[in-house]
């Protein structure tokens, strides 16, 4: 039973029964509260002091039999709300029953509800001998069920048994019928998505490969001691595998941890390597967001000279995002150093910065008015400091105008040494991004400040123009101290991660536009045998294989049979033998899009099809 | 500290400390288990009764306090016998310092032992005034610990906690420096073996999609009750996700199942997919034997003619294998169907067919002799039926001569309606695989049983051939009533499972033995600019990645480095640009094969380069 409907019934519960009796059972119930946790303050301190136990001991006793009253009357209640919400449905569904969206929606709560819990029901009513079809909303049948409940959950009474046994026995022989599910927040690809997908997987690594990166394969589990400490909060939406005996163990919540662990435990000093495997977080699901999902990462680690990897990572985002033509983009970017600088200058003190820094990343989703409010309010700001980052982040445009801007004489960022630094490095950067001729994808954006700790220098994020706020689909920068870590021994390193699913999204939106079928298989060649003549298709469709050629085959009479699938996957090519090619020693050859039929003799046919195929 | 190297001290222990006290702790220990047992009795009696918890709570209070000494004493001799240990090594080290081999396995030792240990042993020392040298060996010093610890161990002490802080305070600071580990049974995929595994994934998918089969891509888990029920035994193996709230998930177990699941609620009656992904299994690892791998899996779902399906997931694997090219091998094959036939002709009750089966399966690494005296002592069988069993599981060779023996006049197959379905169906899908000119793969074994109990036609199984039995590295077989377990709508189905991670270790060793170095990117063309311009590289390079060159580019002075880096990733053309070259408006070409330099205008390179690389 879904929330959603467990809710509404006990509305109805609230409005048949009134308001008192539920009441009465929240009180009852919120007082045992109070009694349990303070049984388990005397339970601590007996296990302090061994004193003081034969009060506490009857105080269990009670309370289990209390409790045991309580969850009986809410199994009884929950029964009763259930039976009340489908008879309200009934009577108003009756007079609409022509129509055919109403059954439809019919249909659906009856799936939700589930099957167990008429079974339930049912053996409740059978073994207090009401009718089948008594209904619960009589006040005495209710009680009837509480009390027999109740006696039930009494470990001394063997009912509890019995009825167990009853309802294992029913669900077993009955398990078959309900539909399987997938976990929440997960998905399949089916054939479509899957072409789809080896499509853009096919761009990115052929991007990946161009720049000479290597692949790596991580498990999708790490010991949970790798993952701790390195995402903050976030850590919360860590999945852990169950404590099964062994190491603790929690799937990966990206793949820059991994690749760093890799790095520090195989003592690696430079690499250039890319990955795309899934990744694993427990948040809650929406439209595109996923509790799994690709993640496609490049990163390049080790000493270079200046800028040499952070250029090369920013190019290669734009390589991606341009090769896989999903539309228009930009790329913001700032630096850590020049973030904390400009934070500095307006007087913070540094133990803010990260909370502040916080803050200044929600300019891309609130006004400058909320954040404001919220540096003062919350984070303890004057005003007049808020008003001075302002006019800071404000700050957004053409890479090396902004960048004259803030290194011109005068600018406040001159006499900050953490920013200078940075500003030296922005300006290599965007040179050779601008010989490079990508740098007009770059946006220089003070207000971009970028959630993870691990952070060190160029900070970047891409993100779809246009008027709709669609969010990031690709982020990355330097992350010098994440490798030290685990090792002590710092490796520098910069890198890119590109979350897919979004631009799933984008290309199957793109194919429907197009109205274009996208076909799932490759197949070239199919060979219909019109008859059960698996002998004669093994014969032929085995040499066709043996040719290289993508075959597939069908036995059946009808020809139209054939020709349909052909049609409905998208293969080219039928070679057709029935009875008078199979006597006259040739085969048919026919072209699905001319509809032409030509006549070859068997022992060509191969040949032919290799030639009209190109393959050698 | 190792299993290993705690059993080495524990020895070192015995012999200093004498046997006496080790048995007494033991005695002691098993004393208190008893105690423990008769205790958790009693407290699940006073549960049931509420009566005579009195001394119980008594009996508690003295266990823990016996129970904190033993602990006390565990880890003072744990101490103690790495000490030991310790001395004994350095004295055995020591005249044998100059040996290098000695050496590294003297590093090896302390690594295995780890520093927390000595931290540990370092902090209890200071704590009790003991010498820093002082040893443990002095038994007073050991019983001072001991005393000490016990102690520290007691709740109401407050000693623990400051010792339990200092201990975390010297662990934090200290936690860099200790190596990151992997999860037991996982690897990482390196570059190397990533080039590897692309090839064979490259020949496996294209032997897939030659069929016309849609990949498919399934969450890493599943609901628990989607895996439940259909492993048999091997359902201890399954991982689970930790209860974090929520469902309830397990990684997979295999393809099958989550294919199963798919079709069932997608109501999908006929796919022919494949899927190559990892499955997870808390089995022992050992040598090529992992906890995640990769399967690479084939089916055929849905109502075709009489062995349609099976013909082609048998050629599949014949093809899988061919193209491989990882040596020879055969497909033992068997049928379900002939083999409970040929039980019933033996005379065995059919509800013994199941562990009957399991026997048989042994006999590809047991004697006849070891199998019938399992049948006999432990399954129950008389000796003559077991030899019963012999004479026909003996039967194994090339399919049609096997099969005519079977289906000759006076064959007690003739007699049983199941064995001769079984032996129509076989008949039906030799002639197609002779016909495929594939049947010289195949071997008819009717000692083949496989564990599986969801298979309910076909089986059969893949092994290398040779003297020695590396096992299967593929299986599969047709199983008809696994979608129908999730929808109660049967849709019959046949597949094949490949287990990549073996082939891997034989195509390693296979480019091992060519003596050949796997390259591990396909970068064409290495930018060399012999100083630190960064802006003149990105110029450079860029017009290559546009041009669609896989390019990669450094910066350093030396050219020998740059030659150096080219030639040890294979990488077969540089372009090279001084300080000349840049005066002068050219850049220098040089072939690593070769040697030879050539010069070409700056703006002529990308076009060369393009001609002699073959892009257009």
Known sequence: MSEASYGRAELVVASVVGEELRSKVGEVFQKECHCIAALKNDVDSIIRASFNYVPVLHQVYDLLVKFREILAWEAALALFAIEVDESVEKAAVVPLESSKSEKK????????????????????????????????ENVMNLVRVAHYLAGAFDPKDSELDTLIGNLKEIVESNGARRLPKI???????????????????????????????????????????????????????????????????????????????????????????????????????????????????????????????????????????????????????????????????????????????????KLDKQTFEYVK??????????????????????????????????????SQFLGNSEAVVALDELKILFTALDKSKCLNRVVFDLSLARGLDYYTGVIFEAVFKGTTQVGSIAAGGRYDNLVGMFSGKAVPAVGVSLGIERVFTIMEQLEKDRNQVIRATETQVLVAILGKGLALAAELVSELWNAKIKAEFGLTKRVMNHITRAKQTGIPWMVIVGESELQDGVVKLKSIETYKEEVFQRDKIVEELQRRLGIN
Do not use: W
Request: neutral net charge; aromatic residues 8%.
């Open 373 to 410: 409010k919220e540096l003062v309010e919350d984070k303890g700001l004057t005003s007049e400091i808020a008003e001075r980052i302002g006019d800071f982040v404000k700050k957004r445009g053409p890479p090396l105008e902004i960048l004259s801007e803030l290194t011109s004489e005068g």
């Open 105 to 136: 929606s019919e249909k659906k709560k009856k799936t939700t509800l589930g099957k167990g819990t008429s079974i339930v029901r049912q053996l409740l009513k059978e073994r207090l001998s009401l009718e089948a079809d008594a209904s619960l």
């Open 183 to 361: 976990p929440k927040g997960t998905r399949d690809f089916g054939k479509e998505q899957m072409a789809i997908k080896e499509r853009a997987f096919s761009v990115i690594v052929g991007v990946f490969k161009k720049h000479g990166a290597v692949a790596l394969d991580t498990p999708a589990f790490e010991l949970r001691e790798t993952l701790m400490g390195k995402y903050g909060e976030d850590s919360k939406l860590i999945y852990d595998l169950a404590d099964q005996g062994g190491e603790l163990c929690s799937l990966r919540y990206d793949l820059t941890v991994p690749f760093a662990r890799y790095l520090a435990m195989n003592n690696i000093n430079a690499l250039k390597r890319y990955q795309i495997a899934k990744v694993y977080r427990r948040d809650n699901p929406s439209k595109g967001r996923y509790r799994e999902f690709y993640q496609c990462d490049f990163d390049i680690a080790g000493q270079y000279e200046l800028m040499e990897p952070d250029f090369e990572v920013v190019r290669v985002l734009t390589e991606l995002l341009d090769e896989l033509s999903i539309g228009d983009y930009e790329i913001k970017l700032n630096h850590r150093k020049l973030l904390d600088g400009m934070l500095e200058i307006c007087g913070i003190p540094s133990e803010k910065f990260r909370t502040v820094c916080s803050s200044i990343d």
